[in-house]
C-alpha cells in the first residue's frame, strides 16, 4: 500500500516534469522541470532498491546535467521566443503523431503480455561493494571505454565550445 | 561508559518503545529527525553568535555584547528582527520559482545529516552508498542557487547566482576527489565503515585516523578549502560580495526566505565540517588510546566544534578572492592536486606491505614528498611570473 | 613556500583573539552609554547661555540685546525683552530677556551666536543625548533650560572661559576703582573689596 | 513491493513519448537535447525495473547497463551542449528551423 502511494508519488513527478519540460515556453522553467523529472527518476530507482544508481541518477542528472542545461539556456539567450510566436518546429505535427503511436505500440506490447503483472521473487540486495567488484572484474573493459568516451568527450566539448581565434572569427562572420 | 556514551540512544530507544509496535520505526525516524534538527538548529544560533564575537575578538573589536548576558541572545533577536521583516517580492520576479529556492536550498541539506555518524550507533540511516548520497544530496543547492538568482529578475542576482554556480561546481570536483583516497582505503561508502575504518590504534596509543598520514593530511586541507568554496564562506564568498554585485543571487530575498538561505548557508557549512570529521579526524573515536572513556558524541562535537572554529578562524583572516583567481586556484591547483593526492594514497596502501620494521617514519616522508613537490610546483605556477615593477608615471 | 603567508596571517589574527582577552588596550572600542571619551574643548553642539553666581534669574549675563537673534542663520533664536532693568557684574544697569527661547531641532550649530556675542553670554554647549519623545515642546528650549552655570562653562571650555573671566574681572577691578577714585576723592582707595566670582576666577 | 512490473514499464514507455514527442515537436536545440535525455532515461528505468523483477538480479547487468548508460549520457550531453553553444556563436540563434544551411 505505502510502496504503491511513493511509487504513484515519484512517477506522477516523473511524467508531470517531463511533460512540463516538453510543454512550456520559458526555457528555464523548462530546464527546472527536467530536473524535476530527473529527481522523480532518481527516487524510482531507489524504490526499486537500486539505490547505488538512484543516487548516482541524482548526483549527474540533478547536480550536473541541469546545470549544464541551465548554463546553455543562459548563454544561448538573445533569441527568446517572441510572445505570440510558436514555440514548436514547423513539422511538429509529425511529431505528436509518431509519439501517439510510439506510447500505443509500447502500451499495448505490455498490455499484451500478462506474464509482466508478477511480482518480484524477494529482496534484492546490490551493495555498493558487489557493484564495484562486477566493475572490476566482469565490467572492466566497459569501464576503461567509459572512461576513454567521458575523456574524448570532454576535450570534445572543450574543443566545440573553446572560443575561435579571432581572425578565424571574422573569417566566418 | 557505556550508558553515558549511548544515552542518546537508550533514551530514544525508551521513547519509541511508547508509540505501539506498528508505528515504533515511524516514532523512532521522528524522534532522530527532531533530535537533529533541534541540535544544529541551536548549533545555527549559537555558530552566528559565536562567529561574530570571534570575528571581532580576531579584529580587535568586541562582538554583539548587548542582547542578554555577554549577548548570549542574540542570535534570539536576530531571528525575532527576520522574522517580523516584509517579505517583499519583485514585482517582475518569477513568483514559484522566487518562492521555491530557499525551500529547495534548505531541504536537502537537512537530508544530508541522515548518514553521517554522530556517535557509535547514532547514525540515522547507514545508507550502504552513504558518501554518495550526501554528494546527490548536495548537488540539488546549485539548482536552488540558480532558481534563487533567475528568478528576481535582477543583474546582480543573475551574476551572483551564475558565480555561485561556476564555484560550486568547479570546488564540487576536488571535493569528491579529496574524499576518493579515504574511500579507496576503507574500501567502503558507508561512512560508519569509514569511521571503524579509523578506530584501531598505531603503536599501542595514536588513533590510526586519516589526518595522521600524510594522503589524510593533504586531503583533509584540500577538503576543507573546497568545502568552504561549495558553501560560499569568506574567503570564497564572492557570490555575494557586497562591494560588486550587492549581495548577489540574495539580493532581492528579505525576511524569512533571507533567514532560509542564511541557515541553509551555516547548515551546509555543518553538514561539510561534519563530513570532514567522520573522514579525515576518525569520527567519533577518541584521538588517544588513554581517552577513550569520555562518550563517542562528545568526541564528535569536540572535532566538529575544531573545525567549525576553523572555518571561522579563515573567515576572520582571508581576504576575498578575484573570480579568476577563484577558478584558476580550483582547476589548476585544487583538481591537479587532489589527483596527486589519489596517487599518494596509492603509495601508502602499497607501501603498506613493507616488510622491514621501523618502516613507518620512511614511509611517511616519502609519501608526504610525493605530496610536496608537485604542492610546491603547482603553486609556483598558479602564482605565474612575478609583475614588473612599477613605474609611476605622475607621482614623482 | 606556498601558504606561508596565509599561516602568517592566521597567526596575526589568533594573537589578535587571545589578545583581546587579556590586553584591554588592543580594543579601541568605547562602549558609549556606559563609558563615554573624554569631551574635546572645542565640541560644540547647541549654545547655552551663561550665568554668574548660583541664581540663574540674577545672574544671567545677557542683555536681551537681540544680536544673535539677528545673526542667527536658520533663525532659531527668539528674544523677548524685559523692560525691567536690572545691574550687570559692572554695576550698569541692562535689560535681560523675558523669554529666550532657541529651538535646537532647527540650530545647526555654527556657533555665530557666540561670535557676536558682546557680552560672552551666549556660548557653545557640549550636551548631545536630546532625542525626545516630544518633537515641539521638548526640543524648544527656554531660559530654564539654556542657563548654566558659569562653572559649568569653565568645566567646559576651560581655556576661553578663563580668558572671559579674566577680562571681566579686570573690568569690573577698573570699575570698581574707577568708582572708588570718585566716591572717595578726599579719602585714599581701600582695600578693594573680595570679587564677586572667586570661583570664576580661578 | 506490491507494484507490478507494468506500472514502471507503462511510466517508461509515458516517458519515453513525451521524449520523443518533443524532441520532434519543440524548435529549440537544448529542449531537443532534454527530449534524448528523457528517452534515455526511460531506457534506463526499463533496465532497473527488469533487473529488479528479472530472475537473476544477483549478476547486476541491468545496473551495469545503466551505470554506463548515465555516463554515456553525461558525455552526450556534454558535447551536445558544446554544439549548441558553438552554433549559437555562429548563427545567433538555437532554433532548429533556422538553422537549415549546410554552409557554416
Known amino acids: ?173 | 561508559m557505556s550508558r553515558l556514551d549511548q544515552i542518546f540512544v537508550l533514551t530514544g530507544h525508551w521513547l519509541a518503545g511508547w508509540a505501539p509496535a506498528a508505528l515504533r520505526p515511524l516514532a523512532s525516524a521522528v524522534l532522530a529527525i527532531a533530535c537533529i534538527m533541534a541540535v544544529f538548529a541551536t548549533c545555527f544560533a549559537l555558530t552566528t553568535l559565536a562567529e561574530r564575537k570571534l570575528l571581532g575578538r580576531m579584529q580587535n573589536r568586541f562582538g554583539p555584547n548587548r542582547v542578554g548576558p555577554c549577548g548570549l541572545f542574540q542570535p534570539v533577536a536576530d531571528g525575532v528582527k527576520m522574522l517580523i521583516k516584509e517579505d517583499i517580492v519583485p514585482f517582475s520576479a518569477d513568483k514559484t520559482l522566487h518562492f521555491l529556492a530557499p525551500i529547495v536550498l534548505t531541504v536537502p541539506i537537512w537530508l544530508a545529516f541522515a548518514v553521517l555518524p554522530f556517535g557509535r550507533n547514532m547514525t540515522a540511516i547507514d545508507l550502504d552508498g552513504g558518501i554518495l548520497f550526501f554528494f546527490a544530496i548536495g548537488s540539488a543547492s546549485e539548482l536552488a542557487v540558480f532558481m534563487a538568482g533567475w528568478s528576481s529578475q535582477n543583474k546582480y542576482s543573475v551574476v551572483g547566482a551564475m558565480r555561485a554556480i561556476a564555484q560550486m561546481i568547479s570546488y564540487e570536483v576536488p571535493l569528491v576527489l579529496s574524499t576518493v583516497p579515504v574511500l579507496m582505503l576503507a574500501g567502503s561508502l558507508s561512512l560508519n565503515d569509514i569511521v571503524a575504518a579509523q578506530g584501531t590504534y598505531a603503536f599501542g596509543w595514536l588513533a590510526r585516523w586519516n589526518v595522521f598520514t600524510p594522503w589524510g593530511l593533504a586531503g583533509l586541507f584540500l577538503f576543507l578549502i573546497a568545502a568552504t568554496a561549495e558553501s560560499n564562506r569568506s574567503p570564497f564568498d564572492l557570490p555575494e560580495g557586497e562591494s560588486e554585485i550587492i549581495a548577489g543571487y540574495l539580493t532581492e530575498y528579505s525576511g524569512f526566505k533571507y533567514a532560509l538561505f542564511f541557515l541553509g548557508e551555516y547548515v551546509g557549512l555543518f553538514a561539510g565540517a561534519g563530513l570532514g570529521v567522520t573522514l579525515f579526524l576518525g569520527g567519533w573515536h577518541a584521538p588517544v588510546k588513554g581517552l577513550e572513556w569520555a562518550p563517542s558524541w562528545l568526541w564528535f562535537g569536540v572535532k566538529f566544534a575544531a573545525l567549525i572554529f576553523l572555518f571561522i578562524w579563515a573567515r576572520a583572516t582571508l581576504p576575498r578572492l578575484r573570480l579568476d583567481q577563484l577558478l584558476n586556484f580550483a582547476w589548476r591547483f585544487m583538481v591537479p592536486l587532489s589527483l596527486v593526492n589519489l596517487l599518494v594514497a596509492a603509495a601508502w596502501y602499497w607501501t603498506g606491505a613493507w616488510p622491514f620494521g621501523g618502516a613507518a617514519p620512511i614511509r611517511w616522508v616519502l609519501c608526504a614528498g610525493l605530496f610536496i613537490f608537485p604542492y610546491h610546483w603547482l603553486g609556483r605556477a598558479l602564482r605565474g611570473p612575478l609583475p614588473p615593477p612599477r613605474k609611476y608615471s605622475y607621482a614623482e | 613556500m606556498n601558504g606561508a603567508g596565509i599561516i602568517k596571517g592566521m597567526i596575526e589574527t589568533a594573537r589578535n583573539l587571545a589578545g583581546s582577552y587579556h590586553d584591554k588596550e588592543r580594543l579601541t572600542t568605547v562602549q558609549y552609554p556606559e563609558e563615554t571619551l573624554p569631551p574635546v574643548e572645542n565640541a560644540r553642539t547647541i549654545p547655552f547661555l551663561v550665568y554668574d553666581g548660583g541664581d540663574a534669574a540674577a545672574g544671567l549675563r545677557c542683555t536681551a540685546c537681540t544680536i544673535c537673534e539677528k545673526e542667527c542663520p536658520p533663525q532659531c533664536i527668539y528674544i523677548v525683552k524685559d523692560m525691567a532693568k536690572k545691574p550687570d557684574y559692572l554695576g550698569k544697569m541692562q535689560l535681560h530677556p523675558k523669554v529666550f527661547d532657541i529651538d535646537i531641532a532647527v540650530c545647526m550649530s555654527c556657533g555665530i551666536c557666540v561670535e557676536v556675542c558682546p557680552f560672552d553670554a551666549i556660548k557653545m554647549d557640549q550636551v548631545f543625548e536630546l532625542s525626545t519623545d516630544d518633537r515641539f515642546g521638548g526640543l524648544l528650549w527656554g531660559i530654564k533650560q539654556l542657563a548654566k552655570p558659569n562653572e559649568y562653562f569653565q568645566k567646559l571650555h576651560r581655556t576661553e572661559a578663563s580668558e572671559i573671566d579674566a577680562r571681566r574681572e579686570q573690568d569690573r577691578r577698573k570699575t570698581q576703582a574707577a568708582a572708588a577714585a570718585k566716591a572717595a576723592v578726599p579719602a585714599p582707595a581701600a582695600n578693594l573689596p573680595p570679587p564677586a566670582n572667586k570661583g570664576a576666577a580661578a | 513491493m506490491t507494484t507490478p512490473l507494468a506500472n514502471y514499464l507503462i511510466v517508461a514507455a509515458l516517458l519515453f513519448s513525451v521524449g520523443l514527442a518533443g524532441a520532434l515537436a519543440r524548435r529549440n536545440a537544448v529542449l531537443v537535447l532534454i527530449g534524448l535525455e528523457l528517452m534515455l532515461n526511460a531506457a534506463n528505468l526499463n533496465f532497473i525495473a527488469f533487473w529488479r523483477f528479472g530472475p537473476h538480479a544477483e549478476r547486476l547487468a541491468g545496473l551495469m547497463f545503466v551505470i554506463f548508460s548515465i555516463a554515456v549520457a553525461a558525455a552526450e550531453v556534454a558535447v551536445g551542449l558544446a554544439l549548441v553553444i558553438a552554433v549559437y556563436r555562429h548563427r545567433r540563434t538555437a532554433q532548429l528551423d533556422r538553422l537549415d544551411s549546410l554552409k557554416g
Open chain 1, 1 to 173: 500500500m505505502l510502496n504503491e502511494i511513493i511509487f504513484l508519488l515519484c512517477a506522477s513527478l516523473t511524467l508531470a516534469g517531463a511533460v512540463a519540460a516538453m510543454m512550456l515556453r520559458n526555457l528555464v522553467h523548462c530546464a527546472l522541470c527536467a530536473a524535476g523529472a530527473f529527481a522523480g527518476l532518481a527516487a524510482l530507482y531507489l524504490q526499486l532498491d537500486a539505490q547505488f544508481v538512484g543516487l548516482a541518477q541524482l548526483l549527474i542528472y540533478v547536480g550536473a546535467i541541469a546545470i549544464l542545461i541551465v548554463f546553455t539556456i543562459m548563454l544561448t539567450r538573445g533569441d527568446e521566443v517572441r510572445p505570440g510566436a510558436s514555440i514548436a518546429s514547423p513539422l511538429w505535427w509529425v511529431g505528436l503523431p509518431v509519439g501517439a503511436l510510439v506510447l500505443a505500440c509500447l502500451v499495448g506490447a505490455i498490455m499484451a503480455s500478462p506474464s509482466l503483472l508478477r511480482l518480484p521473487a524477494g529482496a534484492v540486495h546490490a551493495p555498493v561493494r558487489k557493484i564495484g567488484e562486477a566493475l572490476m572484474n566482469r565490467y572492466v573493459m566497459p569501464l576503461q571505454a567509459v572512461g576513454l568516451l567521458l575523456t574524448a568527450a570532454l576535450l570534445g566539448a572543450v574543443a566545440i565550445g573553446l572560443r575561435e581565434p579571432r581572425d578565424a572569427e571574422s573569417k566566418t562572420q
